[in-house]
């Protein structure tokens, strides 16, 4: 609430009074003096607060005019652990790059979110193309559907059923590529499709057919993504996505630079 400053205004009436002798015309003018006195003191001294630079404003054609406020700051970002922090690992989870790479990226994502979906696309594929392909990271992929995002949760269900046949990464690619944020393109009948695209309903001779739409409409695989959740909770991860990088934490869609700095760090 706006607290509205007013100037203060005295009023001075001159009425006609009787005179009652000269004690009574000193006193009346000792009266009007210190009306005049009082007058120029709060004038004075209220020039001199508006004209300082904590003022409370100026005065244009006689009214006071309170000066706009601050702009309000911007929101701090949640504190990060300092050191490197213990991230339970699943066996099962996908990896990207050399097994025995000296650094681990555990990335925390959803594949509803925006930003996890602007790090695909601004960042991922450097990182992929100077650390991973090169033996010095490995990725691993860990899931953290909001619980706001309506599909997300489907979407890693659905993840990781292609995981179990070996095309997690190329179905991660396709979730990102046509996933967005309201849930469009992640809906069930979206998931079968590039299930379908990727042979993963084909079987073989004969075998396994439908594999992928089983184990989705079974709900097969919610007990990893849950598994992932309560990891990355314990590790201190609350929204996505969020980076471990041999331990240490990285939160948000940050540039190449930012990850670059990390791993290098982890490498010496």
Not at 167 to 181: E, S, V
Request: proline fraction near 5%.
């Amino acid at each position: 609430m706006t607290e509205h400053h007013q100037q203060p205004e005295i009023i001075i009436e001159n009425k006609q009074t009787e005179s009652n002798g000269g004690g009574n015309s000193l006193v009346a003018g000792s009266i009007i003096l210190g009306a005049v006195l009082i007058c120029v003191s709060i004038f004075y001294n209220t020039k001199l607060v508006l004209n300082s630079p904590s003022g409370l404003g100026s005065l244009q054609r006689g009214t006071l005019v309170q000066q706009a406020p601050a702009a309000p700051s911007q929101p701090s970002v949640p504190s990060q652990p300092a050191g490197p922090v213990e991230v339970k690992t699943r066996k099962d989870a996908a990896v990207l790059g050399k097994s025995d790479a000296k650094v681990t990226i555990e990335e925390f994502s959803d594949f509803q979110c925006p930003f996890c979906k602007q790090f695909i696309d601004q960042t991922f594929a450097q990182i992929k193309s100077t650390y991973i392909d090169t033996g010095k990271v490995k990725m691993v992929f860990r899931h953290f559907p909001l619980p706001f995002h309506n599909n997300a949760q489907g979407s890693s269900v659905a993840a990781e059923c292609a995981n179990l046949q070996g095309k997690f990464w190329q179905y991660h690619d396709l979730l990102f590529k046509n996933g967005q944020a309201d849930g469009t393109g992640l809906a069930t009948v979206d998931l079968k499709k590039y299930a379908d695209s990727l042979g993963l309903n084909n079987g073989n001779f004969g075998f396994g057919k439908n594999k992928f739409n089983q184990c989705l409409d079974s709900n097969a695989t919610l007990s990893a993504v849950q598994a992932d959740e309560r990891d990355g909770k314990a590790a201190g991860t609350s929204g996505t996505p969020t980076f471990y990088i041999n331990g240490k934490q990285l939160v948000g869609a940050q540039p190449f630079s930012a990850f670059k700095q990390a791993i290098d760090e982890a490498l010496k």
